[in-house]
Nanobody
């Protein structure tokens, strides 16, 4: 499996920006599709964004389209989530995940409990 460590979270005012990073180690990073999920208090974990191993395919949940951008740097074994125009409803613990195959038609986009997940990082957006 891949080991994943998130960074870049914190507290920001509504309308502000944050960039999350997820550093991977342990396996060939470029072989994996990558994704970000989030879990707000009292809610289930939800898909946010994903991209294929090449970066050629990107997916976003509707609520973040036009505000968030997922990208990867395979030379640095890192995936990023640039979050702009943040809203209080974006407040959650954000998780990075790695899977061998991106499945755009699946609800979980191919990222299951058996895949690799980071520990999560808190993002809080104040109003």
């Amino acid at each position: 499996q891949v080991q994943l460590v998130e960074s870049g979270g914190g507290l920001v005012q509504a309308g502000g920006s944050l960039r999350l990073s997820c550093a991977a180690s342990g396996r060939t990073f470029s072989n994996y599709a990558m994704a970000w999920f989030r879990q707000a208090p009292g809610k289930d974990r939800e898909f946010v964004a994903a991209l294929s191993w090449s970066g050629g395919t990107t997916l976003y949940t509707d609520s973040v389209k036009g505000r968030f951008t997922i990208s990867r740097d395979n030379t640095k074994n890192t995936v990023y989530l640039q979050m702009n125009s943040l809203k209080p409803e974006d407040t959650a613990v954000y998780y990075c995940a790695a899977a061998r195959q991106l499945r755009p038609a699946a609800q979980d986009k191919g990222f299951t409990r058996r895949d690799s997940w980071g520990q999560g990082i808190q993002v809080t957006v104040s109003s």
